[in-house]
């Protein structure tokens, strides 16, 4: 077997997400290139070394990105190799927060960030905050994920094999709502000039592209420009990159005076926090985060959102065009 292949049995064993798969992938292909080419299976310990000294040393990646491909060393040789990692003194990446404990916002400051944000963005930190979204869940959300009648989203196979169940904040619902018809109105523009079409999920990748041209299928998040592929010829609009996000809540942060980080982790690791704080049983926040299957007899939880973020009436701009919506300041005000 393909030694990928092996390293992907093994991550899929251990429920990872596709995301940390291809993260762990992506690191081990370029070990395998560093050494030329040659079957890890045929190298030891010595040669992980100088593969991450030379991302140090020379490429000089991230402290994010050396941590990443540290554990995905770590994570070949002991679990696909079965040859523990030593525990030699080595580099580690720095850490953006020294105390070595998850960054968590106090409800202060998650106030004033949220006063800093507005339209989409302030919808989606809403999501990360409100309902503990990691990032990637929340950017791949879809419109058929979103059940506004019962205020309840569906996260499919985050983490675990069963699909997930999380309640809306009321005070999201109907800035949703307005959003969403605001949002479909951008679709009809797409189909009207010829585009439309979305990505689909690797299981559904064989569908016709009538499918792809589907409202339910749609992101809630979209990017804000659509993507021609040279194969095909066909337009795609993906959803909205994570880095675009990321940019927006530390732009938030600046403005707000908050004195650390802000990214999506940051607002779920709050998420949990402030659920604790509020007396929740932590198996129940643990379901609520997908780190385990949630008893679908288990209590619901009341999302911290509408006890820190103050009520917002969100204003949003129209596009130059007669129909056309600029999703990130599409066109509406509406008070909680």
């Not at 990443?68 to 696909?80: D, E």
């Not at 990692?85 to 070595?100: I, K, V």
């Not at 018809?181 to 679709?187: F, K, L």
């Amino acid at each position: 077997m393909n030694i990928l292949d092996q390293v992907r049995d093994a991550v899929r064993a251990q429920h990872h997400s596709l995301r940390t798969e291809d993260i762990i992938c992506f690191w081990v292909r370029r070990f395998i290139v560093f050494h030329s080419g040659r079957n890890p299976q045929h190298l030891d310990h010595s040669h992980r070394d100088r593969f991450l000294q030379y991302l140090q040393q020379k490429e000089q990646i991230s402290p994010e990105q050396y941590a990443q491909a540290r554990q995905a060393m770590t994570f070949l040789f002991s679990q696909v190799l079965g040859t523990p990692a030593a525990t030699a003194a080595e580099p580690r990446a720095q850490n953006l927060f020294p105390s070595g404990h998850p960054a968590v916002l106090s409800p202060r400051q998650i106030t004033c960030l949220f006063d800093q944000l507005q339209g989409s963005d302030w919808l989606l930190a809403g999501l990360l905050y409100g309902c503990g979204l990691r990032l990637t869940e929340c950017v791949n959300l879809r419109i058929k994920d979103v059940d506004l009648n019962r205020g309840s989203l569906t996260i499919e196979n985050s983490f675990l094999t069963k699909d997930r169940h999380l309640s809306l904040d009321t005070q999201l619902i109907p800035h949703l709502r307005i959003y969403m018809a605001h949002r479909r109105n951008q679709h009809l523009h797409d189909l009207n000039y010829g585009g439309g079409l979305v990505p689909l999920p690797v299981d559904h990748a064989h569908q016709r592209l009538t499918i792809q041209r589907h409202w339910h299928w749609q992101f809630l998040f979209p990017a804000p420009e659509e993507t021609l592929d040279a194969k095909s010829g066909h337009r795609y609009r993906d959803h909205i990159s994570e880095q675009a996000v990321e940019r927006s809540l530390d732009q938030a942060a600046r403005q707000a005076g908050i004195p650390i980080p802000v990214t999506g982790q940051v607002l779920r690791h709050s998420f949990a926090s402030h659920l604790v704080a509020a007396g929740y049983d932590l198996a129940l926040i643990q379901a609520e985060l997908g780190h385990r299957v949630k008893d679908d007899a288990a209590d619901k939880v009341a999302s911290p959102f509408s006890g820190a973020v103050n009520a917002k009436t969100l204003s949003f701009q129209r596009g130059s065009e007669p129909d056309q919506i600029q999703e990130t300041r599409a066109v509406y005000r509406i008070a909680s």
